[in-house]
């Protein structure tokens, strides 16, 4: 196999072509095959929401919420297959060196993005639908558009997913030299007061139970990948 080294700028371009249509094609499909079994996400979406009646406001409601779930869902199924796309163009023309770090980053964002999909689902969603609904117990009944309700799930997802991406970004720095993990370390009272602030941004609610977890989560993130990066360079 002639690597991108070897090959001229036209075969570059119709590689890079190929290789978006494969993209496009496997978001495309992920989404049609999520929109398909919507009532099965839509059920996985709800559970969080216990005691919660949803209702749709206006006619077409759910169909466009439907369609907005399935580009979601799909985008993030397929995210693991675009990115190993995108390595296999890049990669050829990089050093061993460089080739090494992209594929430890690469791999690390995405189990890093998963397993922030899943503490979100399964706490900081939980936490946060609890601390709304016991607040307005015994004055509110608890029925939600599911268009509002799919937004904040969507939300708490996806900025969660990007912020535990923090250790990546501790290895890359770490890798380039830039700052090494025992640097890190002495910066931790900093990241203390940079997390709680972090946490207070990026999550949707207001509730303090959400904020906390989220801060622990990503300054148990910061101070691990200080860690790891002490005990790579080693």
Excluded at 92 to 109: A, H, M, Q, Y
Excluded at 189 to 204: E, G, L, M, Q
Aim: with cysteine; glycine share 8%; proline share 4%.
């Amino acid at each position: 196999m002639v690597g991108n080294d070897a090959m001229t700028i036209s075969e570059h371009l119709e590689e890079f072509r190929h290789r978006l249509y494969f993209c496009f094609g496997t978001a495309t499909f992920s989404c049609i095959a999520c929109f398909l079994r919507m009532k099965e996400i839509v059920v996985a979406l709800q559970a969080p929401a216990i005691g919660v009646r949803f209702f749709q406001f206006s006619p077409g409601e759910y169909l466009f919420v439907s369609i907005k779930t399935a580009l979601f869902c799909g985008i993030l199924i397929s995210i693991p297959l675009i990115l190993y796309q995108i390595l296999l163009y890049l990669l050829p023309g990089l050093t061993k060196n460089e080739r090494d770090i992209i594929l430890v980053l690469s791999f690390g964002s995405v189990i890093l993005f998963f397993f922030g999909l899943v503490f979100s689902y399964f706490l900081l969603i939980p936490i946060a639908l609890k601390f709304f609904i016991f607040y307005g117990s015994g004055v509110v009944e608890p029925f939600w558009s599911f268009d509002r309700y799919f937004d904040f799930v969507a939300v708490l997802l996806f900025t969660t997913g990007i912020a535990f991406q923090v250790p990546v970004i501790q290895v890359g720095l770490g890798l380039l030299g830039i700052v090494t993990g025992q640097d890190m370390l002495k910066a931790s009272k900093y990241a203390v007061v940079i997390c709680t602030a972090f946490a207070a941004i990026i999550t949707p609610s207001t509730d303090p139970a959400t904020q906390v977890l989220l801060s622990v989560a990503l300054l148990s993130l910061y101070l691990g990948g200080s860690v790891f990066l002490i005990t790579f360079k080693k």
